[in-house]
């Protein structure tokens, strides 16, 4: 199963952008959907996940600015960032697993994008 993302981009602080990311494959279902991000020089982190039911969760720095969401019609995961800040500048990867239909039957997935870049000026 294959992710792709879109929708990074350089913006001004207080701004908002819009990611989306897109699985493709023989994909049987899809449970968890989520976002993470790098900055420069620090380790991934965890931006905010929804699983296939149940409540979705964000890091304490997004909350109230970020809001994530999925279409299960189109196997794609959101992610509305408003009131953008400078220090939510870095490389944004989405993430999914579930299972896909291999050619034994059901397989276990989880997969990656290749990242977005979003920069936010000062």
């Known amino acids: 199963v294959q992710l792709q993302a879109f929708g990074g981009g350089l913006v001004q602080a207080g701004e908002s952008l819009t990611l989306s990311c897109a699985a493709s494959?023989?994909?049987?279902?899809?449970?968890?959907m989520g976002w993470y991000r790098q900055a420069p020089g620090k380790q991934r982190e965890l931006v905010a996940v929804?699983?296939?039911?149940?409540?979705?969760i964000y890091t304490d720095s997004v909350k109230g600015r970020f809001t994530i969401s999925r279409d299960n019609a189109k196997n794609t995961v959101y992610l509305r960032m408003n009131s953008l800040k400078p220090e939510d500048t870095g490389v944004y990867y989405c993430n999914a697993d579930g299972l896909y239909s291999g050619t034994q039957g059901l397989r276990a997935f989880h997969s990656w994008g290749q990242g977005t870049l979003v920069t936010v000026s000062s």
């Open positions: 494959g023989m994909i049987f279902r899809i449970n968890g």
């Open positions: 929804i699983p296939s039911g149940g409540s979705t």
